[in-house]
């Protein structure tokens, strides 16, 4: 099965690093227009200029950015994925420990973009009657997570049911909304502290816990984003795939 995306405009949100410069690379690849947002101008601008793409840096968690953003494209998207949010450089610690200022800004930038940005999308889907939403979540969106980021595994729970609504909302007219949930990937600066915070012993007990005794990789999550983002899903939507090598 060969997925292509000629002729079809793609917005990948999170595209200066990891996974979204990854699923950004794929797209191209497959004859995609690609557009890229993200917060890191710097680091978009060579990822953009690599791809041969569009480069758009804004802070997707504010709604008239977004807005603008999708204003100001030569063509309004037909695929959306938005792997932008993160961790946004926290780290774990206990609950008594979590400020205001902290809790909310990884629901911004992961839950709020993603609302913001398929919300300024939707009229031009509708009108077209197509449309394919890709959310990048987390195992810790299924369940607690175990680095004791407590804000982090709220948003991406909260932005899986932000998925399934949106699916309903949107089916009627041809749009798909679906969510990948990646496993452990080794993509950024944060999930490499993670890694050397584990030591030899606990990374060896996470590769023991994986069925294919391996980690993922960024590309890994990207061929089910665009599995998802393709016509054979066309009837598939309100969906999250874990892709973690069966550690789920």
Not at 22 to 39: H, K, N, Q, T
């Amino acid at each position: 099965m060969q997925l292509r995306f000629d002729e079809k405009t793609v917005l990948v949100t999170g595209a200066a690093q990891g996974i979204g410069h990854a699923i950004a690379a794929e797209f191209a690849a497959a004859g995609a227009r690609v557009a890229l947002a993200d917060i890191d101008a710097d680091r978009l601008a060579k990822v953009a200029s690599e791809l041969g793409a569009t480069a758009h840096a804004l802070d997707l968690s504010v709604r008239q950015e977004v807005v603008t953003l999708i204003a100001d494209m030569e063509a309004p998207p037909d695929i959306l994925v938005h792997a932008a949010g993160g961790t946004r450089g926290q780290f774990g610690q206990s609950i008594e420990q979590v400020d205001e200022e902290s809790w909310r800004a990884i629901f911004a930038a992961n839950t709020d973009a993603l609302f913001w940005l398929a919300q300024a999308c939707a009229p031009h889907m509708k009108a077209n009657e197509f449309g394919r939403i890709v959310a990048i979540s987390s195992g810790a969106g299924l369940r607690p997570s175990l680095t004791g980021i407590q804000a982090y595994t709220a948003a991406k729970h909260a932005l899986v049911g932000l998925v399934k609504q949106l699916s309903w909302e949107f089916g009627p007219f041809g749009i798909t909304v679906n969510s990948v949930a990646p496993g452990f990937v080794r993509s950024n600066p944060t999930t490499e502290r993670q890694w050397e915070a584990m030591g030899k012993d606990g990374q060896q007990r996470l590769i023991d816990s994986i069925h294919t005794k391996r980690l993922g990789t960024a590309e890994d999550i990207a061929a089910a984003t665009l599995f998802f983002a393709s016509d054979q899903a066309s009837w598939i939507s309100g969906q999250i795939l874990s892709v973690d090598g069966g550690r789920s």
